[in-house]
């Protein structure tokens, strides 16, 4: 039993979820958002709730169940707050600027790396050493986050890299010299 997907969706004021041709279309004042859905699932609204159920009781449905509420939970988090993920650049020379559309990077290679906004996702630099990826999908923003912090991975001797600002670099000791 699903206990995630039994719980209500709260539809927050200016919010309209719609369900037509397989899809669950979120509208907000940020946005809009739409997701495929199993047709074994249905989507109801009742009291400013959205409620899903399932057709039966197999194990696939039962975690496509949770799935789709979850995802819908963060349809209706996306368009109304919006999701952000933050880096930080350590390292010595590192640092980051914004330039038009796109982050120029430079992270200790030869040439700096320039990275391109996509659509829906804005990339900001609040400092030199910080960048900030802001977007209404949060499964784009991870993954953005995710690619930009692929350019140059934190390493365990120095932490020098791009690193998820909550994440914890576990540092390894160097090399001793003669015993």
Same mark, same amino acid.
């Given at each position: 039993m699903s206990r995630i997907g039994k719980q209500p969706v709260a539809l927050p004021a200016g919010v309209t979820l719609e369900v037509k041709d397989g899809k669950m279309v979120v509208k907000g004042p940020k946005g809009t958002l739409e997701q495929e859905i199993d047709s074994r699932i249905s &989507?109801?609204?009742e009291n400013g709730h959205a409620v899903l159920q399932r057709a039966n009781d197999s194990k696939e449905l039962r975690a496509k169940h949770g799935l789709y509420r979850a995802l819908l939970h963060n349809m209706v988090t996306g368009v109304t707050h919006g999701f952000t993920k933050s880096l930080v650049i350590n390292g010595v020379g590192y640092k980051v600027a914004k330039q038009g559309n796109k982050i &120029?990077?430079?992270i200790g290679y030869s040439h700096p790396v =320039?990275?391109? =906004?996509? =659509?829906?996702i804005k990339l900001d630099c609040p400092t030199q050493t910080e960048i900030s990826v802001t977007g209404i999908d949060k499964v784009k923003v991870g993954q953005v986050a995710a690619n930009i912090r692929s350019l140059r991975e934190p390493e365990p001797y120095h932490g020098y890299g791009i690193r998820y600002k909550d994440e914890v670099i576990e540092r390894k000791e160097g090399k001793t010299a003669g015993k």
């Open positions: &989507v109801t609204q &120029v990077l430079n =320039e990275y391109a =906004e996509t =659509e829906g």
